[in-house]
């Protein structure tokens, strides 16, 4: 696999804005200053998962615009299955809806695996399907977060599920497998 090359992606519409803003320090008044916002562990692992290589792209840029440091990046379920075996995450993005291995059923297989089933898991979907909340319930989910997101959607999940507050660093992506 290449590595993440984020010159051939392209952000959501606004998000490069509020990113380089972040960065910056200079959001709105209101909004918190990434100099008053708690630091996230640099130790913390992000492992996004997402068939489509634009949206995988997306998504790990917008980490690091949120100043996510170890980001790593599965193009499938069953690479990220592989990937986590040997280098364990501290949260997964997956996206739900990809061939041969489902988001949903990639959690299964995590809540199964013992040394893996405590890993906080978001699943991202824009496909609305009657019963999927309850379903990924079911199998433990972190956090749902629905398409089309932004930035604020994607830091408020993440602080949520983390229980921390993101800072604004550049970071860094890596492929995962």
Same mark, same amino acid.
């Given at each position: 696999?290449?590595?993440?090359?984020?010159? *051939? !992606?392209? /952000?959501?519409?606004?998000?490069? $804005?509020?990113?380089?803003?972040?960065? +910056?320090?200079?959001?709105? =008044? @209101?909004?918190?200053?990434?100099?008053?916002?708690?630091?996230?562990?640099?130790?913390?692992?992000?492992?996004?998962?997402?068939?489509?290589?634009?949206?995988?792209?997306?998504?790990?840029?917008?980490?690091?615009?949120?100043?996510?440091?170890?980001?790593?990046?599965?193009?499938?379920? *069953? !690479?990220? /299955?592989?990937?986590?075996?040997? $280098?364990?995450?501290?949260?997964?993005? +997956?996206?739900?809806?990809? =061939? @041969?291995?489902?988001?949903?059923?990639?959690?299964?297989?995590?809540?199964?695996?013992?040394?893996?089933?405590?890993?906080?898991?978001?699943?991202?979907?824009?496909?609305?399907?009657?019963?999927?909340?309850?379903?990924?319930?079911?199998?433990?989910?972190?956090?749902?977060?629905?398409?089309?997101?932004? /930035?604020?959607?994607?830091?408020?999940?993440?602080?949520?599920?983390?229980?921390?507050?993101?800072?604004?660093?550049?970071?860094?992506?890596?492929?995962?497998?």
């Amino acid at each position: 696999m290449q590595p993440f090359d984020a010159s *051939r !992606t392209r /952000l959501m519409p606004g998000a490069s $804005a509020v990113a380089a803003k972040a960065k +910056s320090g200079t959001m709105a =008044p @209101g909004r918190p200053n990434m100099a008053q916002v708690a630091q996230l562990h640099t130790r913390y692992r992000i492992l996004v998962v997402d068939d489509m290589s634009v949206s995988r792209g997306v998504m790990a840029q917008c980490l690091e615009g949120l100043g996510c440091k170890n980001v790593f990046v599965a193009g499938d379920a *069953r !690479t990220a /299955l592989n990937a986590l075996r040997t $280098a364990p995450v501290d949260l997964i993005l +997956s996206d739900y809806l990809m =061939p @041969g291995m489902t988001g949903l059923d990639l959690l299964k297989r995590l809540r199964q695996t013992p040394e893996l089933a405590l890993t906080r898991f978001v699943l991202v979907t824009g496909a609305p399907e009657p019963g999927l909340e309850r379903q990924a319930a079911a199998l433990g989910v972190s956090a749902i977060l629905w398409k089309p997101y932004n /930035l604020r959607d994607l830091r408020a999940t993440i602080e949520r599920v983390m229980g921390r507050a993101l800072p604004s660093m550049q970071g860094r992506v890596r492929h995962a497998g």
